[in-house]
């Protein structure tokens, strides 16, 4: 199994149902692309300053689903769409479990 890790930093100009529209766009992936055994996006609780404002956790069964994953074009329209224009910084990891 793979598991998919994004923390996503929003840029200052961001405004919040900018942002929610985003989230929502990010975890309606997992039924319209598909191939992910689960899905949790979910904002940061503010406890502490400094952390990335939201995080996406995707679990793949192979190294093949997370590909197919990565190049969807429904995956890429939403990075290109909704990610990208309010993105301030992004960091990721991917690893087998």
């Known amino acids: 199994m793979i598991r998919h ?3 996503f930093t929003w840029s200052p100009d961001a405004d919040a149902e900018r942002r929610a529209q985003t989230v929502e766009a990010l975890r309606g ?3 319209s692309v598909g ?3 689960s899905l949790v996006v979910a904002d940061d609780a503010d406890l502490v300053d400094g ?3 939201t995080v996406l956790i995707a679990e793949f069964p192979d ?4 590909h197919r994953y990565a190049q969807d ?3 890429l329209a939403v990075i290109a769409e909704h990610v990208r224009p309010i ?3 992004r960091s990721a990891i991917q690893h087998r479990v």
């Open 35 to 37: 191939g992910m055994t």
């Open 63 to 66: 190294v093949e689903a997370f």
């Open 87 to 89: 993105l301030a910084a």
């Open 51 to 53: 952390n990335a404002d």
């Open 73 to 75: 074009p429904v995956h």
């Open 29 to 31: 992936l997992r039924r």
């Open 5 to 7: 890790v994004v923390l």
